[in-house]
């Protein structure tokens, strides 16, 4: 499997359609993929730490990003935002690939966590991220309580007030659920540094990253 993972992706990286498989749906069946506005569904802290989603193109890309970050404890891509039951990364049906951020509020907070995440994204990009299209990599900040929808909701209004013409591109959904990716899928990053797709795509996406936010990042963070 993972051989296979490493091979499309290398085809999909030469071919500019993403590290995964490729979607030609457009930005309104996105939309028609999201969920009704309905009552998030609140993790419990353990240990004094915290959860939170987020779904920004390929979960390798994230996943090393937000692995960066200080306070960060760990990150695992998996997938949400959808409504298809056991999802894997062959049939994910209506989710994003996205990932599940373990952090110590003491340390990090949630809003500095959103700092990262647009600060980490091209904000504008509809149904992906770069070279990665399709509503499978389609940007979606989740959120589990009324503190946390505000925060997002400020954020993006001040964003929108910033550009010209144009809107933040990511859905803010209630989170409902998410599923782990595959093994073979966690650290990606870390474990494969030869790969094409890392090497092209998600390296130069953390490194701009860093070059954005270097007090946020942990000691002997380099690429």
């Known amino acids: 499997m993972k051989k296979i993972a490493i091979l499309v992706c290398s085809i999909f990286l030469l071919s500019l359609q993403g590290a995964c498989k490729p979607s030609n749906e457009t930005n309104k069946e996105a939309e028609a993929i999201a969920q009704k506005e309905q009552a998030p569904v609140?993790?419990?802290?353990?240990?004094?730490?915290?959860?939170?989603?987020?779904?920004?193109g390929c979960f390798w890309c994230l996943e090393a990003v937000y692995e960066s970050v200080e306070g960060v404890k760990e990150a695992i891509s998996g997938y949400s935002g959808g409504k298809e039951q056991n999802p894997t990364y062959e049939n994910h049906g209506d989710h994003a690939e996205a990932l599940e951020v373990i952090y110590d509020p003491e340390v990090i907070s949630f809003k500095q966590l959103v700092d990262v995440y647009f600060g980490s994204q091209n904000i504008t990009q509809v149904n992906g991220q770069g070279p990665d299209r399709g509503t499978s990599y389609r940007s979606i900040i989740?959120?589990?309580?009324?503190?946390?929808?505000k925060i997002i909701d400020e954020?993006?209004?001040?964003?929108?007030?910033?550009?010209d013409g144009e809107v933040v591109a990511a859905q803010i959904m209630p989170f409902q659920k998410f599923w782990d990716a595959e093994n073979y899928h966690q650290n990606y990053e870390k474990k494969h540094p030869e790969n094409p797709y890392i090497q092209n795509v998600s390296i130069p996406r953390i490194n701009k990253f860093k070059q954005k936010f270097p007090e946020l990042l942990k000691k002997?963070?380099?690429?």
């Open 142 to 149: 989740f959120y589990q309580n009324d503190e946390e929808k």
């Open 42 to 56: 609140q993790t419990e802290a353990i240990n004094g730490l915290k959860k939170a989603y987020f779904a920004s």
């Open 220 to 223: 002997n963070q380099e690429h």
């Open 155 to 163: 954020k993006v209004a001040a964003l929108n007030k910033q550009l």
